[in-house]
Nanobody
Framework: QLQASGGGLVQPGGSLRLSCAASGFTVDYHGIGWFRQAPGKEREAISCISSSADGDGDIWYADSVKGRFTFSKDSAKNTVYLQINNLKAEDTAVYYC?????????????????????WGQGTLVTVSS
């Protein structure tokens, strides 16, 4: 299971750190993705860490978020994070984390939500002054 949290109302230019707590599998070795769905738009992939046998997966970012979003993980807490800086109005969306502990997720699979079978409930980020 995945539990996303950390969303809220933030002013433009602000920062947030979203959390995704995993249970039933370890974040060290499994691919985990972050997705978002803005109002009236389709869900899009924004960041992901690939599966890894040594716990050192590759991190992928969508072009639209490179430089402002940072993916990280805390093995001790079995949690991954998405740090979002310099928030913009267009970042307003429901943010989801997703994984598929039964599958090997390579970096090239990150942009495609069909590769992720387990989804958290989403956390709402609203960027507004």
């Amino acid at each position: 299971q995945l539990q996303a949290s950390g969303g809220g109302l933030v002013q433009p230019g602000g920062s947030l750190r979203l959390s995704c707590a995993a249970s039933g599998f370890t974040v060290d070795y499994h691919g985990i993705g972050w997705f978002r769905q803005a109002p009236g738009k389709e869900r899009e992939a924004i960041s992901c860490i690939s599966s890894s046998a040594d716990g050192d997966g590759d991190i992928w970012y969508a072009d639209s978020v490179k430089g402002r979003f940072t993916f990280s993980k805390d093995s001790a807490k079995n949690t991954v994070y998405l740090q979002i800086n310099n928030l913009k109005a267009e970042d307003t969306a429901v943010y989801y984390c997703a994984a598929d502990p039964s599958a090997w997720i390579a970096t090239m699979a990150c942009p495609y939500e069909t590769n992720f079978r387990s989804w958290g409930q989403g956390t709402l980020v609203t960027v507004s002054s």
